[in-house]
């Protein structure tokens, strides 16, 4: 008798993926096209079909670990072509939300993130925090005429004291879910041998050339149907890269060297940030346009809740500004006390939520160099 292999669906996992913009799962039919279609698809490991496969039997644990879930980049030429409409780009997406929730460190908290119902009190709690603080500072209401975002929230005793441990916490997050997909997506696979990896540049080369894909677009800019979506999602990325630049360089000049804040409009710092806001609120409104204007694509909550989010931090940042060198004191310590709470959800998003497609997408591209043939 020939040895078989009892597949057990996972009912709950179809049903998920089913209401997580995966509802035409059930239509496909195994004829490739999708496979055949995709633009990104490798040729000694094509997806997505035998991803529908495994989604409309409830292989959830085989699925969460492939890295090609990240290589897709939802394009949805496959969706396009599908004979059967049964949206194969769509259920790729459903799979990379249970992916990140499977991930995550802590699980709850990727659960609660996930549910768009919970936006609300994701922002209460860091305004709720904020006000708190500025009143242990003795700064609510500000005591100074001049208006200066860290009259109200102090740098140290304020943004720092809530910041500084949450981005720890959370980049230790991530490092444990990245390392756990490491793990279970190099079962089976044989690293590569010295020579190999000195013919593809050690990790270093590895790390770079995926960096340079990324970072350009290199991949997405192959796809048919969604080409126009490149420009909005590298505005978005090339922004975050200059808040992140800013950032990091007011932490320094404010908390290191006790520079005064904020800097002149005039100062490249300055002129970075603010490049930066208008390149994120030109992404960002963009993709939001595109969504709505594609009624074949099914856009679900997660979608949403992280395009509300950035648009937050952008507008509420933007808004701050304006009031500020407009001199309404009201105004623009309300919308700063916004745009920390804002900020503050998006780094929780960082790794529990869509957002965080970018490090699983970034180790994939490392993960299919290292080990790929040579
Ligand atoms: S998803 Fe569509 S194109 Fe792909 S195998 Fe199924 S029916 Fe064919
Ligand atoms: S959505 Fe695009 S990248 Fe993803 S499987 Fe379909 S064609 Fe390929």
Partial sequence: MANGRLVEPDVKFINDVI?????????????????????????????????????QWGQKQALIKDRAIWLCHNCNDCSHYCPRGARPGDVLGAIRAFAIEEYATPKWLARFVRQPKNLFVLFVIPIVLFLIIALLNGTLPPKSPEIKPHNFIPVITGVDIVFVPLALLLVISLFKSLSRLWKDMSVGLEPPSAYQMLLKGGWWGIIVSSLKEILLHERFRKCGAAKERTVPHLLL??????????????????????????????????????????????????????????????????????????????????????????????????????????????????????????????????????????
Wanted: hydrophobic share 50%; net charge neutral.
């Fill in 19 to 55: 209401q997580t913009g995966g509802s035409s799962l059930k239509k496909c039919f195994q004829c490739a096209t999708c496979s055949v279609v995709c633009p990104l698809s490798p040729e000694d490991d094509p997806f997505p079909r035998k991803h529908m496969i495994l989604a």
């Fill in 237 to 374: 990325l090339w922004s975050f890269i200059g808040l992140a630049i800013v950032t990091a360089y007011v932490f320094v000049a404010e908390d290191i060297f006790h520079a005064e804040c904020p800097f002149p409009l005039s100062h490249p710092i300055k002129l970075l940030a603010n490049l930066s806001a208008i390149a994120l609120l030109i992404g960002i409104f963009w993709l939001a346009k595109n969504r709505l204007a594609d009624k074949d694509s099914v856009s679900t909550g997660w979608d949403w809740s992280l395009i509300f989010v950035i648009m937050a931090v952008g507008v509420t940042g933007v808004l701050a500004e304006v009031f500020r060198l407009a001199e309404v004191a009201f105004l623009a310590y309300g919308f700063y006390l916004l745009h920390l709470s804002s900020v503050f959800v998006l780094f929780i998003y960082l790794p529990f939520s869509k957002f965080a497609h970018l490090a699983y997408r970034t180790l994939a591209y490392i993960h299919e160099k290292y080990y790929s043939k040579v």
